[in-house]
């Protein structure tokens, strides 16, 4: 089914947009990607002229889509009943100059004739203030000013000002070039420069993908999901937001609407370690700046679920009155009250990806003694708290539990320090922590296991199921052989499985029972599949949630398993994760082929 989230990222790791399937840009913030989305049309309903970017070409018949390989640089073709046709080309400036990396609070757009006589229309209508009102104009010669906030935007643009100011349709007969970006006059000649900027974005991300492992088959499913994830990094501090929205509802009218422009501990951890098995080490490089600032301003280790990306730890929700939200299913939220939860998986994500830096020697900065005193002050708010109620990783607004996939993340988090203090000689330590994660794990087969059941309940105080019970081989508390893991992984297929997807948990919560499949536990399911030697039906579920994609590779957060269609936040990184590790564990290896 057609989805309103058939959309496409651009970006450069410090703004982003999402273009629809005719070329408009539907959604974009600036200064960066928990500010004010200028563009806003996606969550405002049937406004289509406010908070939008689009060339209208006359008499427009048909339009598609693509990528310019391996590169973050989107080219759609609009075609009219008459034969003619433009190609708009669609980036965010990103490459090195003077010794560093040009990431501008900018969106360049390139229109180029290829057929006929193309007649076009450009609509460009950016807001303030989360829809309240259309920005207002000054203008040059060859520039106009839209004065979002403190900051204007100007587009320097050799395409004639007076058609755009006054919305009228034009001939195209030469390509015509648009720059949106910061308020100053534009060095030099904008065709020049701007095709210069396109052909420099393109190398760099040509050379980064190059720099891939990427398994033997769905190559290009991986690179188009590896891009994604690098585009959700806020590169200034590291941070990596868990999607590029707010507010796309979970399910039709369910109020289920989060805003998740914001850093999720739990998100970030998975993101890293999908983007580490292909070799991306430059945004674990820069996540572990930005943990090393979250944990040097956590008081006693006490480590919240999510921070912006700035690191503010206040995250105040608030709904956005001037928005209708998508389709007209409003509440849209900005801020996220989970800032408040207590969620004590995070410690072991944070220990995790952080471990490796103690055994990696191709970083730059590699971890040291005194990275590991401050970890260990992570490690014993794991200890502390492995077996204290919280929100758990699904974030419950009204209810607590000792959730069995936090204690097993705190026991992770402990195991791990254990091997982090074996290879700096602290056997001591060593021995500390290991005791520690026995006792976790004790802990953890007394409370979680449920003889009667014969399963793993999902949390100690209740025998119900959910689908973060599959992630203990992953994890390593379990092997996949192990009986107790098999029989847990019969009972979560057997409760939560639908089809060829899989529900988080069936069990009512805040907002009542669950409508949609949320699509990172289907891919956990894939991955449980092949572990337990099921590896053809892995497969053949794989190829049918990559059948689900968008044309551009990419999902949502959830998916409605009778009708199809994509719901919830875009593009979730969760999903994407899903993608690359699922094709890492299922493809055929390089070596039948070289």
């Known amino acids: ?15 982003s947009t999402l273009v629809d399937s005719e070329g408009a840009f539907v959604w974009g913030c600036v200064p960066r990607v928990d500010g004010d989305p200028i563009f806003c049309s996606l969550l405002n309903n ?19 889509q693509r990528y310019e390989r391996n590169t973050a640089i989107l080219i759609t073709r609009l075609e009219a009943e008459d034969g003619s046709a433009v190609e708009i080309h669609d980036f965010a400036p990103r490459f090195e100059r003077s010794g560093r990396m040009y990431r501008p609070v900018a969106y360049a757009r390139i229109v180029r004739p290829v057929a006929g ?41 050799d395409a004639p000002v007076g058609y755009l100011l006054e919305g009228r349709s034009y001939r195209v007969e030469s390509d015509q070039h648009f720059f949106l970006g910061p308020d100053e006059p534009f060095v030099g000649n904008i065709r020049s420069e701007v095709r210069r900027m396109e052909a420099m974005t393109a190398r760099y991300w040509q050379h980064w993908v190059r720099g891939l492992h990427i398994p033997l088959e769905w190559q290009e499913e991986v690179i188009r999901a590896a891009i994604a ?30 805003d998740y422009r ?43 679920p999510l921070y912006s990306v700035m690191g503010a730890d206040q995250l105040h929700e608030f709904e956005a009155q001037h928005l209708a939200g998508y389709r007209g299913m409003g509440p849209v939220r900005v ?29 730059l900065r590699m971890a040291d003694e005194r990275d590991f005193e401050h970890l260990e002050e992570v490690g014993e708010a794991a200890w502390a708290k492995h077996d204290q109620p919280d929100a758990g990783l699904w974030e419950f607004r009204t209810r607590q539990e000792v959730h ?46 449920s003889e009667e059941g014969e399963h793993y309940g999902a949390s100690f105080e209740s025998d119900y199921l959910d689908a973060s019970l599959l992630q203990m081989v992953e994890l390593r508390y379990l092997k996949p052989d192990d009986e107790r893991f098999l029989k847990t992984f019969a009972a979560v297929e057997r ?96 070596s039948e082929v070289r």
């Open 117 to 157: 006589a193309p007649r076009l229309r450009v609509v460009l209508a950016p807001m303030n203030g989360y829809g309240a009102s259309l920005a207002e104009t000054t203008n040059g010669t060859n520039h106009i000013r839209y004065l979002i906030g403190p900051q204007a935007l100007r587009l320097s643009t």
């Open 335 to 363: 801020g996220n009250a989970a800032y408040k939860q207590v969620q004590h998986d995070c410690y072991g994500q944070i220990v995790m990806p952080t471990a490796q830096a103690f055994f990696d020697t191709r970083l």
């Open 229 to 258: 994830l690098k585009l959700c990094q806020h590169e200034e501090t590291g941070a990596i937001v868990a999607a590029l929205t707010t507010s796309i509802p979970e399910a039709a009218n369910s109020q289920r609407n989060w």
């Open 46 to 64: 049937n406004a289509r002229d406010r908070g939008i970017w689009r060339f209208e070409l006359e008499g427009q018949a048909r339009s598609s």
């Open 495 to 590: 409760d939560l499985r639908r089809g060829d997807h899989m529900l988080r948990y069936a069990a009512e919560d805040d907002f009542g029972a669950p409508e949609t499949a949320f699509n990172v536990c289907t891919f956990w399911l894939i991955e449980a599949l092949a572990l337990v030697e099921r590896r053809e039906e892995a497969r053949e579920m794989f190829e049918a949630m990559l059948s689900h994609t968008t044309a551009s590779g990419m999902l949502s957060e959830d998916l409605d398993y009778e009708t199809d269609e994509l719901w919830g936040n875009f593009p979730q990184t969760y999903s994407l994760v899903g993608i690359i590790n699922c094709a890492g564990l299922l493809s055929k290896p390089w």
């Open 262 to 304: 914001y850093c999720w501990i739990r998100d970030s951890y998975y993101t890293v370690q999908a983007l580490n098995r292909l070799g991306a080490l430059d945004v674990l490089e820069k996540y572990l700046a930005y943990l090393r600032n979250i944990v040097d301003q956590a008081r006693g280790g006490q480590i919240q």
């Open 404 to 449: 069995t996939y936090s204690a097993v993340m705190c026991w992770a988090a402990c195991d791990r320090l254990a091997n982090v203090a074996a290879t700096l000689g602290k056997g001591d330590r060593v021995l500390h922590w290991k005791q520690r994660a026995e006792a976790i794990r004790a802990k953890i087969e007394e409370h979680a296991w």
């Open 1 to 15: 089914m057609q989805s309103d989230l058939e959309l496409s990222p651009i970006g450069n790791c410090q703004v």
